[in-house]
Each structure stands twice: as C-alpha cells, then as structure tokens.
C-alpha cells in the first residue's frame, strides 16, 4: 500500500473561552485548518453536525435544519448513560459562509412560528486567512446571572468539546480526500 502525504496537521488546537465580567455573554474563538466553505457546511448540514455537536461521547440522533431566516435548526444528543438533551434553535440571519446568528425556540417550532423573546442569541463568524478558518462565537445571555448558570451546567466545556471533535473530524475529511485523490 502506497503512503498518503496529508496537508493537514492533526489537531492539537483549543478554543479560547470568555465570560466577560460585566457582559452577559460567552465568547469562544477556535481556529480550524479547513476551507472556510467546509467549516460553514459542517455546523449547517446534519450530515455534519452529527459527527461533531456536543461533548465527547455524545452522539447526534437527531439533527434537523431549515437553513433558512425562520427556519429551525433541531438537535438531540444522546450520552452514554442513555440520557438525551434535545433543543430547538430559529435562525435570524444568515449570511453563507461567512455569518450565521440563531436563537432559543420553543420545542416543536416550525417555520413561521411565533416566538417568545429570546433567552439566549448566538453569532457566529467565519474568517478565512490562509489554510485557517477561525470561528468567533458570541452567545447573549438576557442576565449575567443566566450565562453563569450556563457556565456551571458545562455549555462552554460542552461547546470547546465539541470544538474539538469537529476539528478531529476535519482532519478525517481532509484525510479522505486525499485518501481518494490517490
């Protein structure tokens, strides 16, 4: 069997973790070495997200999206215990590849729905510099009380985890294409 040259490096980053003092937010920063385009696909299309959402050991057993302002976005992971957390997300703005912004919705919302106001409003941007796609995630909170009550449940941990194992599975992909180019 033939050798593979890979032009990628396995992953060895870390997200950078905020909780400004004063600022009701989270604020996560993570560089991955993919395309930008790839990196957007992987948190919009659940052929994606399944690989990746969530902490270690998680799984993905429903992962549903309607990339589309109104549109929902629906997880559920599955832990080892059995335990599953499902959540439901409204899309607010998109801008392809390089901007996403999504809210809480209720359980069961769909397309035109209404909405209460929001407890929780996430911005994502994609930078491209190079063989580097940074991500910068910004999640408001209504109340610092509320965002650290999300930081002691573990949504950041849970979400640098996640970071990580979507890295690993970049590399994979990266691996696989150069796998089939041969």
Request: hydrophobic share 40%; charged share 20%; net charge negative.
């Amino acid at each position: 069997m033939d050798c593979i040259e890979l032009t990628g490096t396995a992953p060895t980053k870390t997200s950078v973790v905020t909780t400004p003092a004063n600022d009701p937010v989270i604020l996560i920063a993570r560089s991955f070495e993919a395309p930008r385009s790839l990196v957007w696909r992987c948190y919009t299309e659940p052929r994606h997200l399944t690989h990746f959402w969530g902490p270690k050991g998680a799984t993905n057993p429903v992962s549903e999206v309607d990339l589309r302002v109104g549109g929902a976005w629906r997880q559920v992971m599955r832990f080892a215990s059995g335990n599953e957390y499902g959540y439901t997300s409204a899309y607010l703005e998109i801008s392809p590849v390089e901007r996403l912004v999504w809210r809480d919705a209720p359980e069961g919302y769909r397309f035109g729905d209404e909405l209460p106001p929001a407890e929780m409003v996430t911005e994502m941007t994609l930078i491209q510099a190079g063989r580097l796609t940074s991500v910068h995630i910004t999640v408001r909170f209504t109340s610092l009380v509320a965002r650290d009550q999300a930081v002691k449940r573990g949504f950041a941990s849970t979400v640098s985890e996640g970071s990580d194992k979507l890295d690993l599975y970049l590399f994979t992909l990266s691996a696989t294409a150069a796998f089939q180019q041969e």
